[in-house]
Every structure is written in C-alpha cells, then in structure tokens.
C-alpha cells in the first residue's frame, strides 16, 4: 500500500493563486507517486515531489523563495529516511535552487547531517550542483514580499511499497529575514521528521515550529498509539498554545495521512493506492 501527500505551504493564499497551487502540488504528487508505483523507495519519491515545487515559481522554495532582508536568496532543505533514521541537510545556502537534491548529497554522503551558509557550495561542486545564475531564483511576487509567501515552504511524505517512510522539505524561508537565518525545515525534529512508523513535514512559522519540536512530537504521539490525525492535531494545538505561532503539517503512518493547519490555507496533495485528493487544506 503506497502513499504520498504534498504540500505547497501554510499561510495566506490570494484566492486567485488557487487554482495554480493546486495544480503545482497535484505535478508534484503525481512525480512521486510515479516513483512509488513502479516500486520504487519512498526516499526517491518525495525528492522528486519536492524538487517539482522547488521549479514552480508559485511556491516558496527553490526558484520563487522569499527574500532576506538584502534581497537575496538562501535555502534551508532537509530529507529524512525513516528505515535508517538517516538524514541530509542544508541551511542558508545563498543561490541554491535544488536544495533538495544538495540535502540528499548530504544523506548519501553520511559523513555530515547538516551543512549551511555558502561554504556548503564546496561540497555542491564535489557532487556537481552549481549555483543558480545570480537573480535566477528571484520572482517578481517575492520580489514585492507579498504576505502569502511569508509563511510557504514544500514538503512530501511517503510510504513505499515495503512500507518505509521518508519525509523531505525545502524553502526559502520567511521574507525579511536575516543572511543566515535557518529555519525549522532543515532540522530533523522540528520541519522534518520520519522513522520506522511515520513521516512528517512541516510548514508555517520557522521559530514556533523549532521551539516545540514539532514533527518529532507528532512522531512520539503517533510511536504511543495516537491515531494520526489525533496526534498532529493535538501537536498543533500545544504549538498554538506555547508559542502562539502557526503552522501546517502533512503526515502518513501505516494505515492513514494526515493534512492539518492552523493558518487560512495549504494546498495539499495525495495519492493513496491510485486514489487521488487534493484541497486547500483542513483548518483546525
Ligand atoms: N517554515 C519555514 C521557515 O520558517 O523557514
């Protein structure tokens, strides 16, 4: 039984913009989904559902992020397996489009979890990821830091057929931010999370999101017995709660997937077994 949910970001999305996001993490879904089908790992397919969002300029990652506050672009992007608990990680990189593909270098490499700010290009050049050409990855809609890319970022997880889960995520960040900031979608724990029964990305405020480690305190609600939706939404909650942040969160265990947020909207994706879903999101 195959899974893979997608999603485009939590925050504020102009209604116009709708149609597109869907339709943005719909192509996202159907590429992982195009892995998991031929039976292939969950790892590859929600690196290749991210990476289909990171070269949409409707989303905030990739081509599209939000700008520092110098107006420029780094990204944070992390992928996680659950088989082996094994993760890769970027954070800050200036001019980095395919953030995701850096941060699976970094897993298959296994030397390091994370590497961040432009030093991380050393290693980019080893494993052949150049830089995007200068201005490249800057929209005219991030450009003008319109608020409904403030709080976006992408995820995917999956499960595959042999019923390992993997998570991945990717961004640019909140706009305004400072040159080097990092965010919670590189941290394992807190954007990203996946092991031997679930995977979790999240998306909303960096800063809340890492202060009560959020996709790690799905995953131990989920390891005790919570049903899925149970568990994000009660994670959820305590993230309100302390930190009165907000944020989104997609989740797939053994036998369900979740997709939940605080905010207005967060375009979401699935496909379960063939079966297809795909909405603005689910408030709580
Ligand atoms: N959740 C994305 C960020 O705050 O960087």
């Known amino acids: 039984m195959t899974a893979i949910v997608v999603h485009g970001g939590a925050g504020l999305v102009a ?3 709708h149609a597109r996001l869907r339709d943005g993490v719909r192509a996202a879904a159907a590429a992982g989904d195009a892995i998991l089908s031929r039976g292939g790992s969950s790892l590859d397919a929600v690196v290749a559902a991210v990476r289909v969002l990171e070269d949409d300029p409707e989303f905030n990652a990739g081509c599209g992020s939000a700008l520092t506050r110098d107006g420029t672009v780094e990204t944070d992007a992390s992928v996680m397996d659950g088989a082996t608990q ?7 990189v200036p001019d980095l489009g395919c953030a995701i593909a850096l941060a699976r270098a970094v897993l298959d490499r296994g030397e390091h979890v994370l590497l961040a700010g432009s030093s991380a290009w050393d290693f980019a050049r080893e494993v052949g990821i150049a830089p995007a050409p200068a201005g490249a990855l800057i929209t005219e809609r991030a450009r003008m830091r319109l608020a409904d890319v403030q709080k976006g970022t992408v995820g995917a997880v999956a499960r595959d057929r042999d019923g390992r889960f993997a998570a991945a995520t990717s961004t640019g960040g909140i706009a305004g931010k400072r040159r080097g900031r990092v965010g919670d979608s590189p941290i394992p724990g807190a954007g990203t999370w996946a092991d ?3 995977a979790i990305s999240a998306t909303g405020d960096g800063e809340a999101i890492l202060r009560v480690a959020l996709a790690h305190s799905i995953a131990m609600r989920i390891a005790s017995g919570t049903p899925i939706d149970r568990a994000v939404r009660e994670s ?8 009165n942040g907000s944020a989104g969160v997609i989740a797939v265990d053994r ?3 979740s997709a939940l947020q605080l905010s207005s909207t967060m375009p979401v994706a699935a496909i379960s077994d063939g079966v297809h879903a795909d909405s603005m999101g689910t408030q709580i």
Do not use: I, N, P
């Open 15 to 17: 209604a116009e913009r």
């Open 86 to 92: 094994r993760v890769g990680a970027v954070g800050a």
């Open 196 to 198: 031997a029964h679930c």
């Open 236 to 243: 959820l909650s305590e993230l309100q709660r302390v930190t």
């Open 255 to 257: 036998s369900a997937f």
